[in-house]
């Protein structure tokens, strides 16, 4: 499913119409990445939880040429699903 498949949906689901449904994803979408970008979690219950995962720096390897590189520290965005959602896909 794509963005247009879900805006489809959602406008379905919720009798929105589909510019109302897209208004709808596109902020929550928002939502999600400013509280990540803030470094703070996200938790929907019976969804899952939205976080920051920190990884350290670490040393490499260059593929092309075996040199080895120094890869810097990153956060990432992390997602676990919950018990609702696990045992609906299941």
Do not use: C, W, Y
Request: proline share 2%; no cysteine; glycine share 8%.
């Amino acid at each position: 499913m794509n963005k247009s498949e879900l805006i489809d949906a959602v406008a379905s689901a919720a009798d929105l119409t589909k510019a109302d449904a897209g208004r709808a994803i596109d902020a929550t979408v928002a939502a999600i990445t400013d509280t990540l970008s803030n470094g703070d979690s996200l938790s929907l219950i019976g969804f899952g939880t939205f976080s920051i995962s920190h990884r350290a720096a670490r040393a490499g390897r260059n593929p092309r040429t075996g040199e080895t590189i120094q890869i810097k520290a990153a956060k990432l965005p992390k997602f676990k699903a919950g018990k609702a959602l696990k045992d609906a896909v299941n």
